[in-house]
């Protein structure tokens, strides 16, 4: 497996390449137009001096022309009167030119005379013809390209050093910079693995002070261990508790079956045996289809379906009529109509019905208000008892789950703590806001705003 490090290093270095190589494809191409327009200078000024000498030296011995004039790296050969009058080359070599110029210029002779250029052996030729004082010259100028190509050549073996010298530098640079940059992760790595072998869930990543995505990482990486660690302890709870409240029912059974095993026992006290077990296995039944309730809503797609929130309530009432009617409760209702709301139905009156038992339950005796409005386009459900309340301190605790008051524990009052961790979650999945306000002694309120 290829290391990060080496990646970035190989992308890095192939970047500053082929930047380094368009670089200099770029200037080569330059110096060569420099090069090219530095020698049509070059003739151009030649022409001028020499025109010039002709024009203002009267008594020029045309032979003597080197004199004047720097002819080194330079063909000049001048014709007057179609006599050649003057060439800084040797005759016989002033000869082979001037035959090949005829020879190979015979087609592009027009473009030539046109002030073309030729190249002849390492020469590139002009031709500069004019008439003066009734004369007629025609001067041959020949720039030697091996000159012009020596001076390139320096310039490409600057080129060359230069970029491997940068090359060296950036390649230098860059893996400073990859080591710099890509060392926090590798810390991170480290420490991941010690936690990986160490099996301890308490452990967090030690804080890198990078200010860039790394210690973003970190600290993602310990928030996600925080919820892992937060999330087994409650897997934990759950199972210790939820295991000791199946205990419960179990441990009554035995005990009932075992009174009643080897014993001469009358008819009566069968039933009454049967009736007990036949309670505590209902209870068992309940704690189930809670644990599977609250299972399936961790993971059930829920559907985003509208309920009639008025007639879920009625329904609820119709439920719970028997108990209410048991405790002579007094029942409050402010109930609008044509309530909807964008909740699963079998949800809603889970949430409702829980409630409201709840609420049965925990009243001895005055009232229950029920409430369903509609204020400021949301719409809330309220219920209000004159029951036992709950502690300040215990508000948030009875929405945990097997979280039930001590005094309702001890007291025969029946129930597993899961009701209200299922309003909760309910009401969480929907995007709804659940809200408890209790006084000991006096009665609690829970509201919920519907989304
Ligand atoms: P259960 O009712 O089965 O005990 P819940 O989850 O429904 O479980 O409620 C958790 C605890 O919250 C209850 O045991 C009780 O102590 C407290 N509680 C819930 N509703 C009320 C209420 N209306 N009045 C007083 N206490 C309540």
């Given at each position: 497996?290829k ?53 203002d ?7 003597e022309?080197?004199k004047?004039?720097d002819f ?61 004082k009734k ?14 190509e ?16 940068i090359?060296?530098i ?51 990486l ?5 919820n ?16 000791h ?28 045996v ?75 009156n ?100 519907f989304?």
């Amino acid at each position: 497996m290829k290391s990060i490090k080496h990646k970035l290093f190989i992308s890095y270095t192939i970047t500053i390449f082929s930047i380094l190589l368009l670089l200099s494809a770029v200037s080569i191409y330059f110096f060569k137009l420099n090069k090219e327009i530095k020698g049509m200078e070059l003739i151009d000024s030649t022409y001028v001096k020499i025109e010039d000498l002709i024009y203002d030296k009267k008594n020029l011995n045309i032979s003597e022309l080197d004199k004047y004039l720097d002819f080194s790296n330079q063909f000049l050969i001048i014709f007057k009167n179609d006599q050649l009058i003057f060439s800084n080359q040797s005759r016989f070599k002033t000869l082979r030119i001037l035959d090949k110029i005829q020879y190979e210029d015979e087609e592009k002779y027009e473009e030539f005379y046109d002030d073309g250029y030729i190249e002849i052996e390492n020469y590139i030729f002009s031709l500069n013809v004019f008439e003066y004082k009734k004369e007629h010259y025609e001067i041959y100028l020949g720039l030697d390209e091996v000159y012009l190509e020596e001076s390139l050549d320096d310039v490409y073996m600057i080129i060359v050093f230069l970029n491997i010298f940068i090359f060296l530098i950036l390649t230098l640079l860059a893996y400073i910079l990859i080591n710099k940059t890509i060392n926090p992760l590798k810390l991170i790595l480290e420490e991941l693995k010690s936690l990986e072998d160490s099996r301890d869930l308490s452990k967090r990543l030690k804080h890198i002070k990078t200010n860039d995505e790394f210690e973003q990482l970190i600290n993602s990486l310990n928030k996600m261990l925080n919820n892992i660690e937060n999330s087994v302890e409650n897997i934990k709870q759950f199972s210790s508790d939820a295991s000791h409240e199946l205990r419960t029912p179990l441990t009554v059974i035995q005990g009932e079956i075992e009174l009643i095993k080897n014993k001469d026992i009358s008819k009566e006290q069968i039933k009454e045996v049967l009736l007990k077990v036949d309670n505590q296995q209902k209870k068992l039944q309940d704690i189930i289809k809670n644990f599977l309730l609250l299972s399936r809503l961790d993971k059930e797609a829920l559907k985003q379906s509208k309920s009639s929130l008025d007639e879920v309530i009625f329904q609820a009432i119709e439920v719970n009529l028997d108990s209410l009617e048991k405790k002579s409760l007094e029942l409050q209702l402010d109930i609008d109509e044509n309530l909807e709301v964008f909740f699963e139905q079998k949800y809603l009156n889970i949430v409702i019905n829980n409630l409201l038992s709840n609420a049965i339950k925990y009243t001895q005796e005055g009232y229950i208000k029920l409430k369903a409005k509609k204020e400021d386009k949301s719409i809330y459900f309220e219920i209000e008892d004159s029951g036992i309340g709950i502690k300040q301190q215990n508000l948030d605790k009875i929405f945990e789950r097997f979280y039930r008051d001590d005094k309702v524990r001890t007291s025969s009052k029946d129930g597993i703590g899961l009701g209200l961790a299922i309003v909760k979650k309910i009401c969480e999945r929907f995007e709804s806001k659940l809200e408890v306000k209790s006084q000991i002694n006096k009665g609690s309120t829970f509201k919920v705003y519907f989304r």
